[in-house]
């Protein structure tokens, strides 16, 4: 397993935007974002594959977050035009495989999470 820490999850309001950040004790060639709402299920919302491969986005934030590698082993989801809808804590997951899918399952290393409240 891979240590993950997450930050720069905030309140804002609908509309702006937070960029949130994944430092990671070493490198995995799938790491994506998951989040989950109060009293909902844990959902995927975007995977990456290598360094700036391929990227996949759940429907819901496709045109609006972006994901990407930082500096170093540091994974970053930009999240623009933020709705009400997409508060939520998100977690940075890495997994070991190498063909990546937003499933849960596939993830065996997961963060602590960074809450983002988003008002109307």
């Known amino acids: 397993q891979v240590q993950l820490v997450e930050s720069g999850g905030g309140s804002v309001q609908a509309g702006e935007s937070l960029r949130l950040s994944c430092e990671s004790s070493?490198?995995?060639?799938?790491m994506g974002w998951f989040r989950q709402a109060p009293g909902k299920e844990r959902e995927g919302v975007a995977t990456l594959a290598g360094t700036n491969g391929t990227a996949w986005y759940d429907e819901s934030v496709k045109g609006r977050f972006t994901i990407s590698r930082g500096s170093g082993d540091t994974l970053v989801l930009q999240m623009n035009s933020l709705l009400p809808d997409d508060t939520a804590m998100y977690y940075c997951?890495?997994?070991?495989?190498?063909?990546?899918?937003?499933?849960?399952?596939?993830?065996?290393?997961w963060g602590q999470g960074t809450r983002v409240t988003v008002s109307s």
């Open positions: 997951a890495a997994s070991r495989d190498i063909i990546c899918y937003l499933v849960e399952s596939q993830y065996d290393s």
């Open positions: 070493s490198s995995r060639y799938c």
